[in-house]
């Protein structure tokens, strides 16, 4: 009888909390971020297969950034412009010398760049699901060292509303979680 009640707490505590993850982040030790007052974002590398799926968590980002009022951020078409007259390379990897040069005609102290790894809807069974992976880093434009990583993966169900039909996330809302509770690994919650 005893052993039964744990193993139902166990069952419930899976059930409860199944598809509930954080964010892994580092914070370089000795990162003081009071210095950077305007950021701008490297265009996002798509690993998925979701078309444009980049430019929506690129917009999540900027809006997050700018939510918070913590960093201004330079217009994405001005930061893209600068970039490639500065030689970005084509897999959107900023090497240090471009990142010295980019900085200085933007007016920015840091860089956030970003991958996104899933994006869109995955398919289990007959049930279907959003789910959203990103991984994002701040650097910085004159030392080239990377201030803040992160990355973080979440999808639109869990165990739960999968067994008793409970509505989902769409893609988007689950992105602007994401990326909140990413900043939230920089800047407190």
């Given at each position: 009888m005893k052993n039964s009640k744990y193993l139902f707490l166990a069952l419930l505590f899976v059930v409860f909390f199944s598809g509930c993850s954080v964010p892994i982040s580092y914070i370089h030790p000795t990162a003081d971020l009071t210095y950077i007052k305007t950021v701008a974002i490297v265009p996002f590398q798509n690993l998925t297969q979701q078309k444009g799926a980049e430019g929506k968590v690129m917009n999540v980002v900027a809006s997050e950034v700018l939510r918070r009022g913590v960093f201004d951020v330079v217009e994405f078409g001005e930061v893209?412009?600068?970039?490639k007259e500065e030689g970005l390379k084509s897999d959107g990897s900023i090497s240090k010398r471009v990142?010295?040069?980019a900085?200085?005609?933007l007016n920015v102290e840091a860089f956030?760049?970003?991958a996104v790894e899933e994006y869109g809807v995955s398919q289990i069974g007959e049930s279907s699901y959003?789910?959203?992976?990103v991984s994002l880093k701040l650097l910085d434009?004159?030392?080239y060292k990377i201030l803040w990583e992160t990355t973080?993966?979440?999808?639109?169900t869990t165990v739960l509303d999968r067994l008793f039909g409970i509505s989902k996330k769409s893609t988007s809302d689950l992105a602007k979680e994401l990326v909140a509770e990413m900043f939230d690994t920089l800047f407190g919650g």
């Open positions: 893209t412009k600068v970039l990142a010295e040069r900085a200085k005609r956030i760049v970003g959003p789910e959203v992976s434009a004159k030392s973080h993966s979440v999808k639109g």
